[in-house]
């Protein structure tokens, strides 16, 4: 038999979280997630409804141990009123129209560990792709060096150009370009640290 193949960027990870508030992030009502550590990812993270009942039970019992959205880890700051707890902050938010049930989760920002996992994992990207499948960004080019920055925010990341270039420059309007998750995804794996 054939593995499951992701076909989801190797820079996804899914985050278990507890009770009503994956629901509250995927809609937009909740911009961050306390944890009681602190995280250097940055990018896209499935919104997973853990077992938890510890903070309360979630919107629909549909929900429990399923993935039911995404958002964009963008930032991490230690809150504000909890000493030695940190806000994950999220944009970007998006609440799937279909549930990807029956998903056992795991702690921190994890990635998929079995084949029903990355049947999941796909399935989430799928929905993605389809639901917000393109956002605009500003695009520069100097000395080799392709700086790609969010529209919105100060948030930015730079690239080698290794032919990479000649493709996104017949796509520039103005100074912006449009890119599916996908390949920003891509782009932002070759990004120089």
């Not at 944890?35 to 549909?62: A, C, M």
């Not at 970007?92 to 994992?121: C, D, M, Q």
């Not at 080799?144 to 919105?152: A, D, E, L, Q, T």
């Not at 270039?165 to 920003?184: D, F, M, P, S, V």
């Amino acid at each position: 038999m054939m593995a499951v193949q992701p076909k989801f960027p190797e820079t996804l990870r899914a985050l278990s979280i507890a009770g009503p508030y994956a629901y509250l992030i995927a809609t937009g009502e909740k911009l961050s997630e306390g944890r009681s550590w602190r995280t250097n990812f940055r990018g896209i993270v499935l919104l997973h409804v853990s077992t938890g009942k510890d903070y309360g039970e979630p919107q629909s019992k549909d929900m429990i141990s399923s993935i039911i959205g995404a958002a964009e880890v963008y930032d991490c700051t230690p809150d504000p009123e909890y000493e030695g707890y940190y806000d994950h902050w999220m944009k970007n938010p998006i609440l799937f129209e279909k549930y990807i049930p029956n998903v056992s989760g795991a702690r921190n920002y994890w990635l998929p560990k079995t084949s029903e996992h990355i049947k999941a994992f796909n399935r989430a990207w799928e929905q993605i792709q389809q639901q917000q499948p393109r956002a605009f960004f500003k695009i520069h080019y100097k000395e080799g060096i392709i700086n790609i920055s969010s529209s919105r925010t100060a948030n930015y990341f730079e690239i080698k150009d290794d032919g990479v270039w000649q493709t996104l420059a017949q796509r520039i309007q103005g100074e912006e370009i449009e890119l599916t998750k996908l390949e920003y995804a891509n782009l932002y794996r070759n990004r120089l640290v």
